[in-house]
């Protein structure tokens, strides 16, 4: 029950997230669908103690071959997918917590926010280009 | 008919872009008088084009990719392109002759509908098409209405807020909180950027008012800071920026990836530092209390 709720709040927000960024209107659902299966992936990855790098690799390689294939079927540029459907797994919030600890002095606690931000960027980063190396094979 | 050409608006900021007449056929004239030639007009269209495209946030490869096609099709010979999130370099063989231009780009915000629009716009257009009718093309595509009001937009900002409060361990009143908050803080940017203000000062001023609205809020009910906070400062926080910023590092453009990076360093300490100043503010008036 509380999966499903996550991810009825994750799809709302990931679609909301692709009006904010002035997707095109056809995309809007199909952007929805991305972020929400990514983050789904995320889940059970975590589920199976995957750590946090590789549950979110996983999940930002499901992105970035589900955002191809929509490409091809909408004929619309990836990134449409792609920028609204990573929202739920972008360390932005991990990356203010960092410099918020910082600010308060709380070294280990930034440093830990501060790794957790570069591999996850790292991680999704890695994981969005297998869907790039799919489609240009 | 004779319609001028060349101002447009980009986020409701009015861009003098290029000032020149268009008659339906042939861009003629610039208003002092002088005559363009070809070359010209196409430096001036792949400027334009790729501005708008990296201004609404399309990646460093598909604005050379995609300003690299749209040239060659209008009659560029050679086409060589710079790009970097804070300039275009672009140089363009054109009856032999090689010309050169350079564009500053300020960012703008997102606008995924015209990246879209214009990667259609470089695939669909048929070889031997001429730059006049492309720019006017341009300039009109620019000009579409945005596909969603600002009232939309900061109501979906609003939801997100919400959504995202939920998603990092919120109760229904920190949802309540982060998208009352994340409306707030949609609020305060809007209103801010109209006044031409730093990015770092919106993005410092979203923090302090994210922080402020949960605190205020926890003050009468009993919601968590945290979740709040995050779920209002979803819609600034650099997350997107951050990721691009490695994927272009990954792909070899390495400059962009170090400049974005830098940017997204900044925007992060600009919110935090909105969020703590606002906090120990908050924490001493109600320790005097």
């Known amino acids: ?137 | 008919m004779i319609i001028p050409l060349g101002f447009i608006s980009l986020n409701n900021n009015l861009d003098i872009i290029f000032i020149a007449i268009w008659d339906g056929a042939k861009i003629r004239e610039t208003e002092e008088g002088y005559t363009l030639k070809k070359s010209d007009i196409m430096l001036r269209l792949g400027l334009l084009y790729g501005e708008l495209m990296l201004k609404s946030g399309a990646e460093i490869y598909r604005v050379e990719d995609s300003s690299r096609r749209l040239l060659v099709k209008v009659g560029a010979e050679e086409v060589e392109s710079i790009v970097t999130p804070t300039g275009i370099y672009l140089s363009l063989r054109v009856d032999g002759h090689l010309y050169t231009a350079v564009r500053r780009v300020i960012r703008g915000s997102y606008d995924l509908n015209l990246v879209c629009e214009l990667n259609t716009l470089s695939r669909t257009l048929a070889t031997q098409t001429d730059a006049d009718s492309t720019f006017a093309t341009v300039i009109s595509l620019a000009n579409n209405p945005p596909p969603y009001s600002r009232r939309l937009q900061g109501l979906a900002a609003t939801v997100a807020g919400g959504g995202f409060t939920y998603l990092f361990g919120g109760t229904i009143l920190d949802v309540l909180a982060g998208a009352m908050g994340a409306m707030l803080v949609w609020l305060t940017c809007l209103y801010l950027a109209q006044l031409y203000t730093n990015r770092f000062v919106i993005d410092f001023c979203g923090g302090a008012i994210a922080a402020l609205s949960a605190g205020l809020l926890s003050l009468v009910l009993p919601v968590n800071m945290d979740p709040a906070v995050i779920g209002a400062i979803m819609t600034l926080v650099p997350g997107v920026l951050l990721t691009n910023a490695v994927r272009d590092a990954l792909t070899g453009d390495l400059l962009s990836g170090a400049a974005r990076m830098v940017e997204a360093l900044f925007v992060s300490v600009a919110i935090a530092g909105g969020v703590g100043a606002a906090l120990s503010i908050w924490l001493s008036i109600r320790g005097l209390v």
């Open chain 1, 1 to 137: 029950m509380k999966i499903v709720l996550s991810l009825a709040a994750c799809y709302l927000a990931t679609t909301c997230f692709a009006v904010v960024f002035s997707s095109p209107k056809k995309a809007l659902p199909y952007s929805g669908l991305c972020g929400t299966l990514g983050y789904a992936v995320y889940l059970f990855a975590l589920e199976l103690n995957f750590g946090l790098a590789a549950a979110v690799f996983v999940a930002a390689s499901v992105i970035g071959i589900a955002a191809e294939f929509l490409a091809r079927a909408l004929r619309m540029p990836a990134t449409v997918f792609i920028t609204a459907g990573i929202v739920p797994l972008v360390p932005g919030a991990s990356a203010y917590l960092a410099m918020l600890r910082f600010s308060q002095g709380d070294y280990q606690a930034a440093l830990l926010s501060a790794s957790t931000v570069v591999y996850v960027a790292c991680a999704i980063s890695a994981g969005l280009a297998i869907g790039t190396i799919l489609r240009r094979r």
